[in-house]
Every structure is written in structure tokens, then in C-alpha cells.
């Protein structure tokens, strides 16, 4: 079997470096944030995984609903030599892509790019199996910073599903969708995931799930950090908090104190306090309307060629062109 071939533009140093620096400023930041980036390491991205099959999170089964029904059509419109995806590339949505592409004749080559060189290596050989023939050029980079050279032959489709993007807030997005125009050429692809607006408490929910496997999602980011920067955080002096900003249009993600907590973060020789009751931030999911959407593709230079949403109009698809 050929290896797939891997570009290192984020090294585990580099990576460490950064969450360094992440770390010190949310950690001493007021209101305290730390970045959702670092939930998925080993344990995170499993527990992610089991937030997919839960009931109330409905986002993967809809956004899986809408590629069901329209993969043919995004192969046939774009006739993709290159299918790139940003985040993992292991899923299954990934090779409802992938099929579409190879039976409407046009794939060639795989490129997915992750910020972690392990989950991308298991991902490019599990594709290399299933689809002989097909050239995988994965990326190690964080797609955020490291869009600079993508590989691939034109014309790329590029494909960053899941509402990923909602993890962004609104000036990271402008920059982000910028810089993905800046490296696809005219007659090039963008395939983005995003989703929308709903009753509030269906998507609080869908972060507070009755099991509590979201809740120990969230806490895993104190292990990592634990683990990554030898810091002494206790995960059972925090309570999972999710919550809807009516204002901003996104869910939050805290971890409140439940009572007054003390730590030392030893790589940053930093002593961090919380209150009781004091919050930390770990993540953002905006949700969106179609013309928010729009709006922020033109602004990037793109043109909203196709917008799909499942039958229950939770989720969108949405498919622009350069
Ligand atoms: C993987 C970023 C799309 O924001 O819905 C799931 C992560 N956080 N439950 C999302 C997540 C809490 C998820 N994304």
C-alpha cells in the first residue's frame, strides 16, 4: 500500500508553543477564555464522537441528511480533482464526498489537514485502503494559519463541515474565509457547513446533553491543559454551563467554579484563582441565517452558488465558488 504523503507546516512543539501563549493570555484574560482547539486530543475527539450519536445533537445527522441527498449534485457542479478537507478526514462525510467524486470520474487526490499529525496519519491510511489509486497529500497545520500552500490539483474543493466554523467568532471568520479565497484560484470550490438559528432551547440541548457527555467534553479541556502545561486544575470543581447568546446569535461554553478554586499552570509559572462561581470560556458555536452566510462569503469574495438545509431546516450546506 502506498504511505500517504504528510506536509508538516505545525510541529508537537509548535503546537505546544502555541497553546502556551493561548493559555497565558485567557487564563489571565478577564472574563477567562481558553481556545475550543485544544478539546480534541486522544480522549477529547472520542467523547466528541459520542456527542454525535446523541439525541439531542442533532447537527451531525442533518448536516449527513443534506450530503445524502446532494454529494452527486456537488461532484457533478464542481467536477473536483482535489477534495480538501479542513478538520479531520476520517468521517463518513468525508467519503460520501469522496464516492460522489470518483463516480462522477473527476478524483484524484485527497487532501485533509488537521492540527494533529496522529488523527491525520490513521485518516489518510484508512482512505488510502478504501480508495486504491487515490493520491492523499495531508496537511499537519492549524486552519487558521497554515492555509498558505495547499496542495492539490484544480479544480480543489475545499470542505469545512461539521458548523466548525461557528467556533470562530465574526472577525477570525472574515480572515479565515479571506484567507481560504486567497488560496483557491478562479473556478475553485468552498463547501461549508453551518448551523442555523433555532429555538433556543433545542440548541442549549444540544450542549447539555441529559447524559452529561458534553459536560465531560468540556471538562476534558482542563485535563489537557493539566496534562500540556503541568497545571494542577481539578476537573470536579467545575460545572458545565452552556448557554445562548440572544445578542451575539451563539452558544457559549463555560466551566463555572463551584467553588473557589486555586491552581498552578507550572510551564507558564503562573498561579491562576478562580472565585466561586467565576466562569471560564471554552468555546463559542455561533449559528447562522442564510444571510449572514452570504454576507460573509461576498465580503471574502466568494459568490453563494448553492444553499441546502435538511428537511427540518436545522442545518445548512453551503456551496461557493471563487
Ligand atoms: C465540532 C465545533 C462543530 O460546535 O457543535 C459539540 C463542537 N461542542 N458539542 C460544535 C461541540 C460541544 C462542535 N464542532
Not at 481556545?35 to 449527513?64: C, H, M, N, Q
Not at 467519503?95 to 462522477?104: G, I, S, V
Not at 486504491?132 to 495547499?150: K, R
Not at 468552498?190 to 459536560?215: C, H, I, M, Q, S
Request: aromatic share 8%; proline share 4%; hydrophobic share 45%.
Amino acid at each position: 500500500m502506498t504511505e500517504p504523503v504528510l506536509d508538516v507546516h505545525l510541529t508537537p512543539e509548535d503546537a505546544v508553543v502555541a497553546l502556551r501563549a493561548e493559555a497565558k493570555a485567557g487564563l489571565t484574560a478577564r472574563p477567562k477564555w481558553v481556545s475550543p482547539k485544544w478539546f480534541y486530543d486522544a480522549v477529547g475527539s472520542d467523547l466528541f464522537e459520542e456527542i454525535t450519536k446523541l439525541p439531542e445533537y442533532y447537527p451531525t445527522r442533518a448536516e449527513r441528511e443534506i450530503l445524502l441527498a446532494r454529494a452527486g449534485e456537488i461532484a457533478a457542479t464542481t467536477g473536483a480533482h482535489a477534495l480538501v478537507e479542513l478538520g479531520s478526514g476520517s468521517s463518513e462525510k468525508t467519503r460520501l464526498l469522496l464516492d460522489a467524486l470518483r463516480e462522477h470520474g473527476t478524483l484524484r487526490e485527497f487532501v485533509p489537514l488537521d492540527v494533529s499529525a496522529s488523527a491525520l496519519t490513521e485518516a489518510a491510511r484508512q482512505i488510502l485502503a478504501d480508495y486504491p489509486g487515490l493520491a492523499v497529500h495531508g496537511v499537519v497545520g492549524d486552519f487558521t494559519e497554515h492555509l498558505g500552500l495547499l496542495p492539490g490539483s484544480s479544480p480543489r474543493l475545499v470542505a469545512f463541515l461539521g458548523g466548525t466554523i461557528g467556533n470562530l467568532i465574526p472577525e477570525e471568520r472574515d480572515k479565515f474565509l479571506a484567507s481560504v479565497r486567497d488560496v483557491l484560484e478562479p473556478g475553485e470550490w468552498l463547501l461549508l457547513g453551518t448551523d442555523l438559528v433555532k429555538d433556543p432551547e433545542v440548541l442549549v440541548r444540544a450542549y447539555d446533553d441529559a447524559r452529561g457527555v458534553t459536560a465531560e467534553f468540556n471538562r476534558n479541556v482542563l485535563r489537557v491543559l493539566n496534562r500540556e502545561l503541568g497545571a494542577d486544575l481539578d476537573p470536579l470543581a467545575f460545572r458545565h454551563v452552556a448557554l445562548w447568546n440572544a445578542d451575539q446569535e451563539w452558544i457559549e461554553m463555560r466551566l463555572r467554579a463551584v467553588r473557589a478554586v486555586r491552581a498552578h499552570v507550572a510551564a507558564l509559572e503562573l498561579d491562576v484563582e478562580f472565585a466561586e462561581g467565576e466562569e471560564l470560556r471554552t468555546e463559542v458555536s455561533a449559528k447562522f441565517r442564510r444571510e449572514g452566510v452570504e454576507r460573509e462569503l461576498t465580503a471574502a469574495g466568494f459568490e453563494l452558488h448553492r444553499w441546502w438545509t435538511d428537511s427540518e431546516g436545522r442545518f445548512a450546506l453551503s456551496l461557493a465558488r471563487v
